[in-house]
C-alpha cells in the first residue's frame, strides 16, 4: 500500500504507519491512505461515569480548540484532572477511535504536569495511535522526575516492544528540562549501555544514540563510530544523523517539550496530520517520496 505524507485538515486523519525519530526530538511520520478513520466516537459509548461537559468537548469535532483553556482550569479544579485520566485510562482500554480527543486530554495532563495520571501516560506509550503516542511523549518529558525513574527502568525489560522502546528513550530526554544530575547521569548511562551492549535492536541503537546526541554526551561518539564499522557497514541515516548533531551542537538542543504546545506538536491546531507540511502529491514538483527518514523498513 503506498504510503506518503500529505497536509490535510487533521478531522481527516488517516492511520499513521511509520515513525522514525529525527534531529529535534520530534518525528518523521508516515500516513496510510487506505482507510479513513471515523470521526471521534462519542464518548457516552464507552465511558460511563458522570463527566464534565469541557472535557467532552474534547472528543467533539474540534477538541484542541478547548485545550487551552481547559489547561488552565485542571490546573485550579483538582476533580478535572481525575477525570481526564479515567478518561485517557478508558480511552487505552477500549477499543475505540477516539484518538483526536484521547491525544488532546493526554496533552493536557502534560501540561498541568499530572502525576496522578503517570501510569496511563506511560501506557500510552504502546497506543496504536501515533498522535496519542506523541502527546505522551510530551506529557512524560514536562512531567519530570515522577515520570523518567519508572521510564528508565523499563528500558531493562527484555520483553519490551521496540517501539515502545523507543518512545520510552525519545521521553527519557525530557531529562533535559529538569535541575536533576543525578537522573541524568543514569538516564545517560543507560542508554550508552543500548548502544555498547550486544543484541540490542538496530531502531532501540538509533533511539540511543539520537538521544544522547540531543542531551549533547560527546562520549557517545565513541561507541557509534565502532557500530557504523561493525553492525552498520553500509552506513546508517540516523546514527550520521546523530554524529552530526554532536558536531553542530556539541552542547545539546533544547528539548522541544519546552516550548508551547501548538509549535512542538504542530498538527495539534488542527491544520495538518503529524509529519506534515508537504506538497500535494498532485504539485508536479513532488516526486511521492517519503519524507526523509520516513521510509524505514
Not at 492511520?15 to 482507510?35: H, K, M, Q, Y
Request: charged share 30%; proline share 6%; hydrophobic share 40%.
Amino acid at each position: 500500500m503506498e504510503a506518503r505524507i500529505l497536509k490535510l485538515p487533521l478531522r481527516s486523519h488517516r492511520n499513521i504507519v511509520r515513525r522514525s525519530p529525527n534531529r529535534t526530538g520530534g518525528l518523521d511520520v508516515a500516513v496510510d491512505f487506505g482507510e479513513n478513520h471515523a470521526m471521534n466516537e462519542s464518548i457516552e459509548h464507552w465511558y460511563s461515569g458522570d463527566l464534565d461537559e469541557r472535557i467532552s468537548a474534547l472528543f467533539g469535532n474540534d477538541p484542541f480548540t478547548a485545550v487551552a483553556e481547559l489547561t488552565i482550569a485542571a490546573q485550579r479544579e483538582v476533580e478535572l484532572e481525575s477525570q481526564l485520566t479515567e478518561v485517557l485510562q478508558a480511552s487505552l482500554d477500549n477499543p475505540i477511535d477516539a484518538s483526536l480527543g484521547t491525544a488532546a486530554a493526554t496533552l493536557i495532563l502534560g501540561e498541568i504536569a499530572s502525576h496522578e495520571a503517570i501510569g496511563p501516560l506511560i501506557a500510552a506509550l504502546a497506543s496504536d495511535d501515533e498522535m496519542v503516542v506523541l502527546a505522551a511523549t510530551r506529557a512524560l518529558r514536562r512531567i519530570g522526575e515522577p515520570a523518567l525513574e519508572p521510564l528508565l527502568d523499563m528500558l531493562d525489560s527484555p520483553d519490551l516492544d521496540e517501539d515502545v522502546a523507543q518512545s520510552v528513550t525519545e521521553s527519557l530526554e525530557g531529562v533535559a528540562m529538569h535541575d536533576l544530575p543525578e537522573l541524568r547521569g543514569q538516564i545517560e548511562s543507560r542508554l550508552m549501555r543500548e548502544l555498547l551492549e550486544p543484541g540490542v535492536r538496530p531502531r532501540r541503537r538509533e533511539a540511543a544514540a539520537l538521544a544522547l546526541a540531543r542531551l549533547g554526551v560527546e562520549r557517545a561518539r565513541a561507541a557509534i563510530d565502532p557500530l557504523l564499522e561493525t553492525e552498520f557497514r553500509s552506513g546508517n541515516t540516523y546514527l550520521q544523523e546523530a554524529l552530526e548533531i554532536l558536531d553542530e551542537h556539541p552542547e545539546g538542543l533544547p528539548c522541544p517539550a519546552n516550548i508551547a504546545w501548538h509549535e512542538d506538536l504542530r498538527w495539534a491546531d488542527g491544520s495538518v496530520l503529524p509529519g506534515g507540511e508537504l506538497e500535494d502529491p498532485d504539485d508536479e514538483e513532488s516526486d511521492g517520496n517519503l519524507s526523509r527518514g520516513a521510509g524505514r523498513n
